[in-house]
């Protein structure tokens, strides 16, 4: 790899995107690239100044799928499709290199998010029941100082 210009390369077409963008090179030569599928309603052309970004704006798209361009091969290999409302995707260096791909499994369970949630949620509401039992748990602390009291001196 010297870095020079080999010129344009005889991979296969992507239609029906707003953009592509390259995410490496596959071990086979293939590009790897994310494709993404436009909403209904996105425009069709995108050259105007200020549209700058447009193509990947969350308005704009659908879905990705992550394609791989093969030199010579007459249409894009699909890798990866991601759900509808998945809109970006990035792919490890390694991952890319290694050409390894397996079944996706989603993550089961509950999140970070809930678990911070359910801590403030305790916090909070432990707060308020401190709050309102603060005269009931002050006469609770003031009457066993007086049984102690009363204890030590031998009035019990």
């Given at each position: 790899?010297?870095?020079?210009?080999?010129?344009?390369?005889?991979?296969?077409?992507?239609?029906?995107?707003?953009?592509?963008?390259?995410?490496?090179?596959?071990?086979?030569?293939?590009?790897?690239?994310?494709?993404?599928?436009?909403?209904?309603?996105?425009?069709?052309?995108?050259?105007?100044?200020?549209?700058?970004?447009?193509?990947?704006?969350?308005?704009?798209?659908?879905?990705?799928?992550?394609?791989?361009?093969?030199?010579?091969?007459?249409?894009?290999?699909?890798?990866?499709?991601?759900?509808?409302?998945?809109?970006a995707i990035d792919v490890?260096?390694?991952?890319?290199?290694?050409?390894?791909?397996?079944?996706?499994?989603?993550?089961?369970?509950?999140?970070?998010?809930?678990?911070?949630?359910?801590?403030?949620?305790?916090?909070?509401?432990?707060?308020?029941?401190?709050?309102?039992?603060?005269?009931?748990?002050?006469?609770?602390?003031?009457?066993?100082?007086?049984?102690?009291?009363?204890?030590?001196?031998?009035?019990?």
């Amino acid at each position: 790899m010297t870095g020079r210009d080999a010129g344009p390369l005889d991979v296969p077409a992507v239609s029906d995107v707003t953009t592509i963008r390259l995410l490496g090179w596959g071990p086979d030569g293939s590009a790897l690239v994310v494709a993404y599928r436009p909403e209904p309603l996105a425009p069709t052309r995108f050259d105007q100044p200020l549209e700058i970004d447009q193509r990947t704006a969350y308005g704009n798209v659908r879905g990705v799928r992550v394609l791989a361009l093969s030199p010579g091969a007459a249409e894009p290999r699909t890798m990866l499709t991601a759900p509808d409302q998945i809109l970006a995707i990035d792919v490890a260096d390694g991952v890319i290199e290694s050409g390894r791909v397996r079944e996706a499994s989603p993550s089961g369970g509950v999140g970070g998010r809930f678990w911070w949630w359910t801590g403030l949620i305790i916090l909070v509401w432990g707060g308020i029941a401190a709050y309102r039992g603060r005269v009931g748990l002050a006469l609770w602390f003031g009457d066993r100082r007086v049984r102690r009291a009363r204890a030590a001196a031998g009035e019990d």
